[in-house]
């Protein structure tokens, strides 16, 4: 099979071209037609030499998935699902924030996290994405905004999939869109969201990019976490806020904790005083989500009042948090849910 030349960080590819016998320059010529001229065709590359051009086709691929469902909602969020050439889909959505155009990435095909109130983990994992299919769907998206004279400018690993059971090929893919010759998304304009892999956050602190890290926590203790995430098994929250801490010190970055708010669950203002007591003296920040319900899913979403009581609560206790804006509610805004709409497995 092809390699992708979407796969490689520019570093790779100079090593990569060296390899061959070519020069390291032709990489950064590559790489200045795929993400800031967006020529995909590689026989259009023009200033690279016939015979290059032909030694790239022969060898290397610049498929980008294709779109199978676009939905758009009125306040401009953009729904996409995608296929690669295996018939594995994933979704990837575009939403507009004052700040500017964020995309939400998939990192797997389907999820094994188990969450029991997330729709994405109701199609169990098929595979791990590569990064150029993750790199895809950013290219994607930029190709639909571009009618618009706009540009991805934030990308949140916050779609289908646990970015750290796909670690190194999701770190491979910020690197990737972080170039300053390429896609140029600044590291602090990304952000890797993990449902709590102890030993993934603490690798992530050593990555030395200035990359934002969020962490679904959810619950403000391991009983209820048990009870709506499995992971909490694996990694109870004296082991997570551990790590968060060992993180904090080693990036010497605050991470974001979200979480959603299930009525009648973890939206109590007891459990506002837990969690407030739990992540005082981290660095870190709440960040409150309004549930989106899932049609297979029992849970409901807390009432605006809850949620609203349950801020100030956290806020008098002195931990900063925020109210998540909502989105495209007037299409399948919920994780994964256009996915399982569509038949995740059907080919
Ligand atoms: N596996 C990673 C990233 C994907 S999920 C993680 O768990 O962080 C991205 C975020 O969306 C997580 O915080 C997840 O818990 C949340 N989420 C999942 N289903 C949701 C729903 N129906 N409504 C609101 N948020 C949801």
């Not at 199609?123 to 994607?140: A, D, F, Q």
């Not at 920040?285 to 899932?294: A, D, E, G, K």
Request: charged fraction near 25%; hydrophobic fraction near 35%.
């Amino acid at each position: 099979m092809k390699k992708s030349l979407f796969s490689f960080t520019l570093p790779a590819l100079e090593k990569e071209m060296e390899s061959l016998g070519h020069k390291p320059y032709r990489a950064r010529q590559i790489y200045q037609w795929l993400y800031v001229k967006n020529e995909y065709d590689i026989s259009k590359m023009s200033d690279l030499s016939k015979d290059f051009r032909e030694f790239l086709n022969e060898n290397y691929s610049v498929d980008l998935p294709k779109i199978i469902k676009e939905q758009r909602a009125k306040d401009g969020t953009i729904k996409l699902l995608l296929e690669y050439e295996d018939h594995g889909k994933v979704e990837a959505v575009l939403m507009r924030y004052d700040y500017g155009n964020v995309i939400c990435v998939s990192s797997q095909i389907g999820c094994n996290m188990g969450c029991a109130f997330c729709a994405s983990g109701l199609l169990k994992k098929e595979r791990n994405l590569t990064s150029s299919e993750m790199v895809g769907e950013v290219l994607i998206m930029n190709r639909l905004l571009r009618e618009e004279c706009e540009r991805v400018s934030h990308v949140v690993v916050m779609g289908t999939g646990e970015p750290f059971d796909n670690y190194d090929n999701v770190l491979n893919f910020v690197h990737i869109i972080n170039d300053q010759k390429g896609l140029s998304i600044g590291a602090r304009h990304i952000t890797v969201s993990t449902c709590g892999l102890v030993p993934g956050i603490i690798k992530y602190g050593d990555e030395g990019i200035q990359i934002n890290l969020a962490i679904s926590l959810h619950a403000p203790n391991d009983e209820i976490r048990k009870k709506i995430m499995p992971i909490a098994s694996a990694y109870p929250l004296d082991k997570l806020m551990e790590a968060v801490k060992i993180y904090e010190e080693k990036a010497g970055r605050r991470v974001t904790f979200e979480y959603i708010m299930l009525k009648g669950i973890n939206d109590s203002l007891s459990c506002a005083d837990q969690l407030s007591d739990l992540i005082r003296g981290t660095l870190a920040y709440v960040n409150l989500i309004p549930y989106n319900p899932v049609k297979e899913k029992p849970y409901e979403r807390s009432p605006q009042s809850t949620t609203k009581a349950f801020a100030d609560r956290l806020m008098k206790r002195g931990i900063n948090c925020t109210i998540r804006k909502e989105f495209g509610t007037d299409i399948d805004a919920a994780c994964g849910q256009l996915r399982v709409k569509y038949g995740g497995k059907e080919k």
